[in-house]
């Protein structure tokens, strides 16, 4: 029986031919990212090593990446505390992959890891995040894992007691309409299989639209992969990928293309018709709550946030910047925007997309998760409504149980905030 990608990365990983689905491993990682949690995962890295008596020392300080973005600036005494802590880690231990908060390398940790080129076809990538399903979109197996977990992968080198997935097969044929973005399609693939219709399983993408489409857009894709249980999103490596990693992450060796057997097995197959969607509005306060905008315009919001990890890269603000252009955010609307790194802060100023984000009222914001979460940027008054790109509309993701969050593409965000109100920029004048 032929092998699933994650199969052969497994495999890979473990020294073998092949594995089998249900069969727990303990495979090798190439990747290991953690952001402010890593004050947690140190903790318990460093009680390890007491109890065995000796020096606590990483198994890789090349393999580990650490990347503040969770908390940036630090908003209080015990952020500030634990980043410097850290960073004290980081220098004792040589690991080589850090990212302050800093202009000129800082960003969110799902996006520093593509735009750097730690991430390529065939690692086993794991993560203190769930979003790291996120570097699936490289052609990798990334997956999320707990601080203690990752304490383990620090000392030993390898993941303890992963099970080999199940994968199902989504395949996405046909021409996205205009104004229809990747994220209309992660939405609708949620609403349709469900919040758990993917639990422990792979979700690997196949078809035209997504040979078609832009390493942003699939980096979209399988950052919401989790968001229908997934264990993991993964997109087959191809030329595209090979483009994104030499032109703009500045990788110089080799890249092996790795590709499913023809005969691999799937436990399921869902075929989207990319041609006939309309864009998506996940609806408070489930990702799988997903209606076409077409049922929900018109209802009044207080906040748009665009960004995050999902939808904070280049092509998004370009996005936004064509739809705002010339335009002005609605008087009692506040319009938030977070590019999802330095560089594509520094890219969109060249370019000229956030004078027009600016000069149409939005305020841009340093690179961050913070309105994604609401922690200390971006937090929804008592029965205020928010319309954002970001990942998850859980109650109160965005600071405020008493408030409702609704999730969509950056054109339908952008649209909506000229008018105040769910739009669909479908219909004209965008």
Known sequence: MGQTIVQKILARATSRQSVEVGEVLEPAVDTAMSHENAALVMNQFQEIFAGLGR???????????????????????????????????????????????????????????????????????????????????????????????????????????????????????????????????????????????????????????????????RLTLCNMAVEAGATSGIVPPDEETIRFLREEAGVTGDIELIAPDEDAKYCQVVEIDASTLVPQIACPHTVDNVKPVTEVE??????????????????????????????????????????????????????????????????????????????????????????ATTNRNFKGRMGNPDSDVYLCSPAVAAASAITGMITNPQKGGF
């Open 55 to 217: 020096t606590a020392k990483v198994w890789n300080p090349n393999r580990i990446a650490i990347i503040f973005d969770h908390r940036v600036p630090a908003e209080s005494k015990k952020t500030a505390t634990n980043q410097k802590k850290i960073r004290a880690f980081v220098a004792e231990q040589g690991i080589t992959k850090f990212h302050d908060i800093r202009g000129d390398e800082g960003g969110i940790c799902h996006q520093i890891l593509p735009e750097n080129g730690y991430v390529l076809p065939g690692y086993v990538v794991v993560g203190t995040d769930s979003h790291t399903t996120t570097h699936g979109a490289l052609g990798a197996f990334a997956f999320g894992i707990g601080a203690t977990e990752m304490a383990s992968v620090w000392a030993l080198g390898n993941v303890l007691n992963v099970e080999v997935p199940d994968t199902i097969k989504v395949v996405v044929e046909g021409e996205l309409p205009k104004y229809v973005q990747p994220k209309d399609i992660i939405l609708h693939l949620i609403g349709k299989i469900s919040a758990e219709g993917a639990n422990f399983k792979v979700l690997e993408f196949h078809g035209s639209t997504i040979r078609n489409m832009s390493t942003s857009g």
């Open 298 to 387: 018109g209802l009044k919001v207080d906040q748009i946030v665009i960004g995050s990890c999902t939808n904070g890269r280049l092509d998004d603000l370009e996005t936004a910047a064509n739809i705002l252009r010339g335009k002005k955010v609605a008087r009692g609307v506040r319009m938030l925007v977070f590019p999802a790194s330095y560089r594509i802060y520094q890219k969109a100023l060249e370019l000229g997309y956030v004078n027009d984000l600016v000069k149409a009222g939005a305020v841009v914001m340093n690179p961050g998760c913070g309105p994604c979460l609401g922690v200390h940027q971006g937090a929804l008054g008592d029965k205020e409504v928010a319309l």
